[in-house]
Each structure stands twice: as C-alpha cells, then as structure tokens.
C-alpha cells in the first residue's frame, strides 16, 4: 500500500474512533458535581498478571445524584473495554481475586446507567473506549451506588478493565480475560 493510501486510511480510521467515542460519551449520563466535603474513593488500575505497562486511575466521589465515578487509563490497547466493578477487594489470581461482577440483587447483566437496578448487575459500567495512542477516560454518576451504606454500597471491592467489550450478552458480557483491575480504597 503507498504511504498517501496508508495516511488516508489511518485518517478514516481516526476520524470512526473520534465518532464513536462522542457518540459513546453521549450516553454516559449526567455527570453531577461533587461537594468538596464529600467521601471520596480511589482506585489504581494495573494489569494484575504483571505483563504489561497498563495504568489507570479511578476516582469516585460521593453526589446528590449518587457516585460520580471518573476514570482515565493508559497503556491500554485501543478499543472499547469492559469496564465492571466486581464482587471481591482483592486483584490476586490475574485478576480472578476479584470474583463475579457486583451484584447483590443476583439479576442479569446489562448496563446500569440505562437498565437500573432491576436489569443490571450493580457493577456494569459498561464499557470504556481506548484510543489509538492507548489512553481513555469516562465519566459517569450512578444513581443509588453508595461508597459505605446498603447493599449498593462499593467500596473495598475492586474496578476490572476487561481485554474485550462488553456486548451486553448473558451471563456477563462476554468481555474476555481481566487486563486492569484496582481496588477500591476510601480516601476521606
């Protein structure tokens, strides 16, 4: 392939990815706004069978709306990601530590911000698109997640970053092996 097709086509490329991420980040939800008083979380993302560079932070913080969840990773292979807080506080066994997605109402899987409660584990996220430089961020508030009270409640359980997207197929998703995963810890 000549370099002019080559830079076209990595252009069209560039172009769909930029598309679908505003598309993607159309439906996040709402983003609510912290007070400065709040309890906070945070969780460090690394690749849990230590093969790879992959970081990521996620920092959560309590709302009116419910839990503002902010993530950006790096290092990452781009694409969309499944993107699920799981079960267990712990990132031991590759990630497997972590055990099944969060879900305390033992429903099936689908994407919280839309399905709610109801029709949706308490850990879909969904997923998180990561560009061609290997970077990607989200944003979203999730309505009656908790950090300490109830049985919505997330702390010490642990963010998984999945190696595939989430398709939103039965049992979980079908987002393949757990390539990022961080516990979350309360910061006040």
């Known amino acids: 392939m000549n370099p002019t097709r080559r830079f076209v086509r990595g252009l069209i490329v560039a172009v769909l990815l930029s598309l679908l991420a505003f598309l993607y980040i159309g439906v996040q939800g709402a983003i609510a706004t912290p007070n400065p008083d709040t309890r906070t979380a945070q969780a460090t993302l690394s690749d849990p069978s230590g093969k790879s560079n992959l970081n990521g932070q996620v920092s959560i913080f309590e709302t009116a709306k419910g839990l503002l969840l902010k993530a950006a990773v790096s290092d990452t292979p781009a694409g969309l990601h499944g993107f699920h807080i799981h079960e267990k506080g712990s990132c031991k066994d590759g990630g497997n530590g972590a055990g099944g997605h969060f879900n305390p109402d033992q429903v099936k899987h689908g994407k919280l911000i839309i399905d709610g409660f109801a029709n949706a584990h308490a850990g879909d996220l969904g997923n998180i698109l990561i560009g061609l430089d290997g970077t ?49 810890a309360l910061s006040k």
């Open 136 to 184: 990607g961020s989200m944003a979203q508030t999730i309505p009656g997640l908790r950090l300490t009270e109830g049985k919505y409640a997330i702390a010490n359980r642990a963010i998984i970053l999945h190696a595939q997207k989430d398709d939103f197929g039965q049992p979980t998703g079908n987002a393949g092996g757990r390539i990022g995963c961080g516990v979350i």
